[in-house]
């Protein structure tokens, strides 16, 4: 059975910091791999998403990597600002028809 | 540009009431899914569906009932609640090896 980690639960750090988000996988046969952000009483938001083959994807501040033979990924936020405030999940697919299994996310605070 | 749309937002039921929560989504996605999160537990997959017609226990189906109404629409029922099942409930479509979008939720109180 697929499980998924996410180290660490909570992070606090000052603004214009840049941080790393990390995401582990115990069944490394993924087939894609999601990174999501959900504000505090809402849904979750796609930030990313890695196919198995790629190695990487980035969006603006946001890049987000994947070794899949270690099972790993993290996603990386440059220069964080108080609106990247959220908590972040992590979710994998083992195939393209399959669902997602989630991390239980890493709740990031930037304080000004 | 709705996206995945849930009913209601909010909920209080009594032990023992029935309901059924609604998804509509509007991006043609043939896959759709109902999940609930709960502190310290994160998001568990309760039913899928991959396709209109076809539906497909997940992670923690007891006590749920699912239809896929149409390539639309996809209900959750609770055919008698209990005090276990009070939770915040999400469902989500996706097209196979693409984006998930989520809706809003549905903040479930039973008691």
């Known amino acids: 059975k697929q499980e998924v980690t996410q180290i660490p639960a909570a992070l606090s750090v000052p603004e214009g910091e840049n941080l790393v988000l990390n995401c582990s996988f115990t069944?490394?046969?993924?087939?894609?791999l999601q990174w999501f952000r959900q504000d505090p009483g809402k849904g979750l938001t796609s930030l990313l998403l890695?196919?198995?083959?790629?190695r990487e994807q980035t969006s603006g501040r946001l890049n987000a990597s994947l070794d899949k033979s270690s099972g790993r990924s993290t996603l990386y936020i440059a220069a964080s600002q108080p609106g990247d405030s959220a908590t972040y999940l992590c979710?994998?697919?083992?195939?393209?028809?399959?669902?997602?299994?989630f991390g239980k996310g890493t709740m990031l605070l930037v304080s000004p | 540009n709705a996206g995945v749309t849930q009913t209601p937002k909010f909920q209080v039921l009594k032990t023992g009431q029935s309901m059924t929560l609604q998804c509509a989504q509007d991006m043609n996605h043939n896959s759709m899914y109902w999940y609930r999160q709960d502190p310290g537990m994160g998001l568990r997959l309760i039913y899928y569906?991959?396709?209109?017609?076809?539906?497909d226990k997940g992670e923690v189906p007891n006590g749920y009932n699912v239809s896929r109404l149409n390539k639309r629409e996809f209900s959750l029922r609770l055919e008698s609640a209990a005090p276990s099942q009070t939770s915040v409930y999400f469902c989500?479509?996706?097209?196979?090896?693409?984006?998930?979008?989520f809706g809003q939720g549905t903040r479930l109180t039973v008691v």
């Open positions: 569906s991959a396709s209109e017609g076809t539906t």
């Open positions: 989500a479509s996706s097209v196979e090896t693409g984006k998930a979008f």
């Open positions: 069944d490394s046969a993924i087939y894609n």
């Open positions: 979710a994998v697919s083992m195939s393209g028809y399959s669902t997602l299994t």
């Open positions: 890695i196919q198995s083959s790629q």
